[in-house]
Nanobody
């Protein structure tokens, strides 16, 4: 089994920054790609950013140029640096991990990000 634990959420003013962390434990050898999705109230969960084991990244159009995903394989941790935050970035952010052949097989419990003045 794989456990993913997020941290780093909170309340920030528009234009501010936050860094989310997701630490993986357990059967980490089974994790391929990792990433972040988010879900705002009344909306469907959407992909924010992903990173492969080799370091290739992809981003939602809405966060390109503002968010950066990175991965520290030695620490089994993936990060999401969020800059120039907007109120529409408010959501619960979930970390996910891919198993071999299974996209988003593992999920964290989520961390709340609120962007408000």
């Amino acid at each position: 089994q794989v456990q993913l634990v997020e941290s780093g959420g909170g309340l920030v003013q528009p234009g501010g920054s936050l860094r989310l962390s997701c630490a993986a434990s357990g059967s980490i050898f089974s994790i391929n790609g990792m990433g972040w999705s988010r879900q705002a109230p009344g909306k469907q969960r959407e992909l924010v950013a992903g990173i492969t084991r080799g370091g290739r990244t992809n981003y939602a159009d809405s966060v390109k140029g503002r968010f950066t995903i990175s991965r520290d394989s030695a620490k089994n941790t993936v990060y999401l640096q969020m800059n120039s935050l907007k109120p529409e970035d408010t959501a619960v952010y979930y970390c996910y991990g891919d198993a071999p052949g299974i996209y988003q097989a593992y999920w964290g419990q989520g961390t709340q990000v609120t962007v408000s003045s």
